[in-house]
């Protein structure tokens, strides 16, 4: 086979399907129209990220693959390699108490500031260091929590539960969905033992993160609003942990929804992570999560430009305002929207800038992103040799 990135998308699409599906039996697992499958596979139109999303999870895939930013079976570099196969080790062994250490594992406070540079490491993208950092907090983790009690006990599910989230979220990032998936569950066990209700509905979040990644869209609405019903706050006397999570799910929700289309339903849930955000009155993280008057705002973009409102997520663009202390990724995350609505708008100048500010930024992140492919094929139209240049600088393939 030829260089995956140097096959066009049709033909990515095709090896993929192989001779034992057709595109007709593509189409149906896809819940796409035949039309536009064959289309796809004459590289005649642009997909959406709703379409390729649905074609990676027909075909058991990743949208990266499809891209090419990726070879199939996620053929990664050696250090991601390396990480994934510690983050699948600490999460298995951890959940069946295998750990072969020799010395007395990590006391309760060790493993808090251990877990507190997880939270740090995750949100920088640095995955060979998180997944060091992951693997000592389960491993030991889990061998403290069997001889723990009482209050040390409980501290120490918060600490677990929160350090399988991370591994969680690091997981489907890097297209590792079972491993996700298992993470998540020993997670949630945790969580539920522990009794914080608002660690619960944040688990309910990553799933929720999950299925849409997954192309369960409609699955990945229900997750969030079930789990914002159950702590729904009443605003004029709810706490902040209680208005940090229920903002967090309506995001959750209203994202899903505009991948859906279905601007109506993503508007009423953005409102009531607005006004949920507003009672707050400020960022603030807990559980390693991020909410408030900035992510309200940023999630905004996203959703418009999902919902093909490119002129309106420019103009919420241009009034939201990035404070210090945003976590990089997603910073990162939000300039890709941005990217994606000024290639839309004919800004391709300015879209080329965005994205090799953010894959400087974030280069080890940002090769696991979906965006930065459609980005550069839909630049490419203006200037194949900026974009090819463009692919050069940041050290991964935006066109074949």
């Not at 941005?338 to 080329?352: I, K, P, W, Y």
Request: charged share 20%.
């Amino acid at each position: 086979m030829s260089n995956w990135a140097d096959l066009t998308t049709g033909k990515r699409i095709k090896h993929l399907r192989g001779s034992d599906l057709t595109q007709q039996g593509l189409a149906e697992a896809s819940g796409l129209s035949l039309a536009l499958v064959q289309k796809a596979e004459q590289d005649r139109g642009e997909l959406s990220i709703g379409s390729l999303l649905k074609l990676a999870h027909a075909l058991k895939s990743d949208v990266s693959v499809i891209l090419g930013q990726q070879a199939p079976r996620r053929a990664t570099n050696q250090d991601t390699r390396a990480a994934l196969r510690r983050l699948s080790d600490a999460v298995h062994d951890s959940a069946l108490g295998d750990w072969d250490g020799i010395e007395e594992p990590s006391s309760l406070a060790e493993l808090a500031a251990a877990h507190e540079r997880v939270c740090a490491t995750y949100w920088q993208g640095a995955y060979g260091e998180l997944s060091e950092l992951i693997a000592k907090v389960l491993l030991e983790g889990s061998v403290r929590y069997g001889q723990a009690t009482g209050e040390e006990r409980e501290r120490l599910g918060a600490v677990l539960a929160g350090t399988y989230q991370f591994a969680s979220s690091a997981a489907i990032l890097l297209g590792q969905r079972d491993l996700a998936l298992s993470a998540l569950i020993s997670a949630r066990r945790l969580a539920d033992e522990s009794g914080d209700l608002v660690q619960v509905a944040l688990l309910e979040s990553t799933l929720s993160w999950i299925y849409l990644r997954s192309a369960k869209v409609s699955r990945a609405i229900t997750v969030a609003e079930r789990a914002a019903l159950r702590i729904e706050p009443s605003f004029s006397k709810a706490s902040s942990p209680q208005l940090l999570g229920y903002g967090r799910l309506m995001v959750s929700a209203a994202v899903a929804a505009s991948r859906k289309g279905d601007s109506a339903v993503a508007d009423d849930y953005l409102s009531q992570a607005h006004a949920a955000a507003a009672r707050l009155g400020r960022d603030v993280t807990l559980h390693g999560t991020h909410f408030g008057p900035t992510a309200a705002s940023t999630e905004a973009v996203g959703i418009a430009v999902a919902l093909g409102n490119h002129g309106k997520a420019l103009t919420l663009a241009a009034r939201a305002e990035l404070p210090r202390s945003m976590p990089k990724l997603a910073r990162n995350r939000y300039k890709l929207d941005v990217a994606l609505a000024q290639c839309a708008v004919g800004l391709h100048d300015q879209a080329a800038d965005t994205l090799i500010e953010v894959a400087l930024d974030a280069p080890e992140w940002v090769r696991h992103q979906a965006l930065p492919g459609v980005i550069g094929k839909r630049l490419a139209k203006v200037s194949t040799a900026r974009v090819r240049n463009i692919g050069e600088l940041i050290g991964m393939p935006l066109i074949a």
